[in-house]
């Protein structure tokens, strides 16, 4: 599994020196916490398969390996000094895939760049929401847009809503936004942000498709 605090910007970004994860799991965690089985409430049988039957003598769950692994991340940093403003300018607005490291993909370091993320990367009112925060109060000027291959929307399509909407006895208002051309996704997400009335700034928008199996990115046009 890989590890929450390894692969990042190794030898390149002072702000995240590589941290010895043996040093990590040897940390105690806040005593007050729940366990993460007690936690657990299987409410929905819906989609997901049930995971909840571990013992309660588990290894620590993985919200605790994050505590831990703060407390070790916290022992080297390093307050850079910045405000909330990107450095760089810059927002990126992707998919919430867990294969995509955005920061080691793009070169960025702490501090440079906004992100949105959700399932996707789709333009949402609400990427819409913080796309406007991030431009006009934070002063982000250009937006790069980043789907990737083998997307888990690309299986979806909006049955999902309807088949939710049967179990649970309630509408979604949201979208799936699920989509099987993965290129015309791009486009038309650069085209809702181009043409959103609430950005100061639309000059500077790109697409990319990001492919998981050599990571580069490929750009639409
Ligand atoms: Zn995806």
Not at 96 to 102: I, V
């Amino acid at each position: 599994m890989p590890s929450i605090t390894a692969g990042r910007s190794e030898g390149r970004s002072p702000h995240h020196p590589r941290r010895n994860r043996t040093n990590v799991g040897a940390m105690t965690v806040t005593p007050d916490r729940h366990t993460p089985t007690a936690a657990a409430s299987a409410t929905s049988t819906a989609s997901a398969p049930a995971e909840d039957a571990r013992p309660a003598q588990d290894a620590p769950g993985i919200i605790d390996r994050f505590v831990n692994a703060n407390r070790a991340y916290a022992v080297d940093f390093r307050d850079g000094g910045m405000d909330a403003r990107p450095v760089q300018k810059v927002t990126v607005v992707a998919c919430m895939d867990a294969r995509l490291d955005l920061f080691a993909a793009l070169g960025l370091e702490l501090g440079d760049a906004h992100v949105i993320r959700n399932a996707g990367g789709v333009v949402t009112d609400d990427t819409i929401r913080s796309l406007t925060i991030s431009q006009r109060a934070l002063g982000t000027r250009s937006i790069a847009l980043i789907h990737h291959t083998g997307c888990g929307l690309l299986g979806l399509t909006e049955d999902f809503r309807h088949e939710l909407e049967l179990e649970v006895g309630q509408r979604p208002q949201w979208a799936v936004e699920s989509f099987v051309d993965l290129d015309g996704d791009v486009r038309q997400s650069m085209q809702r942000v181009r043409t959103s009335p609430f950005l100061l700034h639309t000059d500077d928008v790109r697409g990319f498709v990001f492919d998981v199996h050599t990571g580069l990115l490929r750009e639409i046009q």
